[in-house]
């Protein structure tokens, strides 16, 4: 009987072990939220990310090969749904292209405010001017981000400007990767991955 306890209770361990290590780990710091020309460029409830594991997002189709994460966070939405009054540039298969604003895209990590009952923006991603690594890679092939370095390069790209959606309108899951080990020579703390539905 005390051997079939004991079976038992190891049994219960292993299966708790096993649930708590499918739990997506998240920063303890910060939560992450989406944002772009499409609506508030603020950290609100309503766009806030999910965290979620890297075998999560590998099943949503990111490729994580040999990539170093410490959390990814992913949400969904729909992009193109009203036009905004501004533009946005890319460069897509070699030629400089202007994009209805709707069509660019950030992340916040934020911080709530108990006394103000409001998010602090502590970073934009990307966004050099930021404390730490703010650079972004694009993890799909649907993401333009601009030269990241304060002179405009020969296109007129500089970190001044925004990332840029080239795959048009439609329902999408953004994916948000911050790396544990950061690329000293590019700065890339982040991969974005831009999923479409």
Do not use: R
């Not at 708790?16 to 508030?40: I, L």
């Not at 709707?102 to 930021?130: G, L, R």
């Not at 972004?136 to 925004?162: C, H, I, M």
């Amino acid at each position: 009987m005390k051997k079939l306890f004991t079976l038992a209770f190891s049994a219960l361990m292993v299966l708790g072990v096993a649930s708590c290590g499918s739990k997506a780990p998240a920063d303890p710091d910060h939560t992450y939220h989406a944002v772009g020309g499409w609506g508030d460029w603020n950290a609100t409830d309503d766009n806030k990310m999910e965290a979620i594991t890297k075998s999560d997002a590998e099943a949503l189709g990111v490729k994580l090969d040999g990539k170093s994460v410490e959390y990814i966070y992913k949400y969904d939405l729909t992009i193109g749904s009203a036009n905004v009054d501004w533009e946005a540039s890319a460069k897509v298969n070699g030629e400089v292209k202007k994009f209805n604003g709707k069509f660019t895209i950030k992340a916040i990590a934020a911080s709530w405010d108990k006394e103000e009952e409001t998010y602090n923006h502590d970073q934009w991603i990307p966004n050099p001017a930021d404390t730490g690594p703010a650079h972004v890679e694009a993890l799909t092939d649907n993401l333009f981000f601009p030269a990241y370095q304060k002179e405009k390069d020969p296109d007129g790209f500089s970190w001044a400007d925004n990332p840029v959606i080239t795959s048009g309108e439609g329902d999408y899951t953004f994916v948000c990767v911050k790396y544990t080990t950061v690329s000293t020579a590019t700065d890339i703390g982040y991969g974005f991955a831009l999923l479409k539905k």
